[in-house]
């Protein structure tokens, strides 16, 4: 069909980390005079869990008030983390939409319209922090191997627990100028956004074999 281009790509990956991954992205364009065209894309994302979030181990005491309290992040794949709840990460996941126009009179001057969305699932964040507030807790972490079982007060974890949706626009003009003084490339750039938290989980620490009473986080 004269003035029509379509393309599209198929990825497949595999991590070692949390394993396969498939996206692929298809794009559109047609032009209805050489001045004038509309185009279009939809496509699919990720992004891998990073070493910080996969590996980070952090203990610091910090004071609520007056009072010391011992905090520590751990990784997902350790006893501490696993007996409160902790899954394995997932890689965050994409899906992008975006729809534009292209204006094009003349070769020194072309302007261009976009409007997109990009909602993103599997977000990866730290939980709240889980209070060491009971003897039931405290034997959790006495199971698990913790070293310092007794003095820990908190606990936090990396891991997949919201969604975001982003909505926005771009307009960009370009300009060329020939003179006899040389070239001159103008560019306009202009871009509106919102961010949206579209989904927000909540986690409840499981109950120890020995009984106990669980919180929700």
């Known amino acids: 069909i004269e003035g029509l281009d379509l393309s599209g790509a198929l990825r497949y990956e595999h991590f070692s980390d949390f394993g396969s991954t498939t996206n692929w992205k298809a794009t559109a364009r047609y032009a209805f005079t050489d001045a004038i065209a509309v185009r279009a894309a939809a496509s699919t994302g990720f992004r891998a869990p990073t070493p910080g979030q996969l590996y980070t181990t952090n203990v610091a005491t910090a004071f609520t008030g007056a009072n010391p309290i011992?905090?520590?992040?751990?990784?997902?794949s350790t006893a501490a983390a696993q007996a409160f709840g902790a899954q394995a990460l997932k890689p965050e996941k994409s899906k992008n939409l975006s729809a534009g126009v292209v204006f094009t009179p003349s070769s020194a001057f072309s302007v261009t319209l976009d409007a997109y969305q990009v909602k993103v699932d599997d977000r990866i964040g730290l939980t709240g922090n889980?209070?060491?507030n009971t003897e039931q807790r405290r034997q959790m972490l006495r199971v698990a191997g913790v070293a310092n079982a007794e003095t820990l007060g908190r606990i936090r974890y990396f891991t997949n627990s919201f969604a975001t949706r982003t909505r926005g626009i771009d307009l960009v003009a370009n300009h060329t100028l020939n003179s006899g003084l040389g070239r001159f490339n103008t560019i306009l750039a202009v871009n509106y956004n919102k961010t949206d938290v579209t989904r927000m989980d909540s986690f409840v620490v499981p109950v120890p074999a020995f009984g106990g009473v669980p919180a929700s986080n």
């Open 130 to 132: 889980i209070d060491i």
């Open 70 to 76: 011992e905090s520590g992040i751990y990784p997902v």
